[in-house]
């Protein structure tokens, strides 16, 4: 069912944007959605903080107390959706047919590797000419994911997010994170996120 939530969580410091501290979820808890609250004043008006981060699979994705600045939020969820909007029914390639989701994710960051970063392990992966596949498919929402490698691509007709963290991967551990999301299902957390913060800085 898709919900709207808002989940209390006191703080002692004073919002940006005016209203009470509170988390707002935008989206399918247990497939994707948007995490909000405000975050913390700063000393010029040309930054507006918040505690944004996406949600996967009832995670959330990154430190749950960074911050990031608003406009950087919106400028990438909006990349998100309208990079999505622009491939769909076409968002996969078919290298990626027969692979794993590791294997998958690592194709994809290779394209935009070094010959010196190429993990050996999946030396058995093409070298792309370009990083079409790294522009296309991964996924980052301001400092939020910096910590995180997350792709995104079609299969069986639905969006597919496959996450690690960074750590993890540098480790050789096996991922398991993955999580199906209908299209419409996306375009509504991020419209509606949109909106919402559209409302609220209108007000101020």
Known sequence: MWVTTKIAKPSSKPSTLGEIDTMRIFGYNDTFAISYRPGP?????????????LMLKGTIIGESEEFDVLGTCVGDLERLRDKIQKYEGHFRDILFDGLTDDEVMELIYKSNQLESEYNPVFSHLPVMKTNELWYKHTV????????YNIVVFEEGGKL?????????????????????VEYDDLYAAINEFLLYIKTITLKT
């Open 140 to 147: 980052t929402l301001a400092e939020s994911t910096d910590s």
């Open 160 to 180: 597919k997010f496959v996450w690690q963290k960074w750590k993890d991967r540098k480790r050789g551990l096996k991922n398991e994170n993955n999580v199906f």
């Open 41 to 53: 004043t700063w000393n010029t008006e040309s930054h507006v903080l918040i505690y944004c981060h």
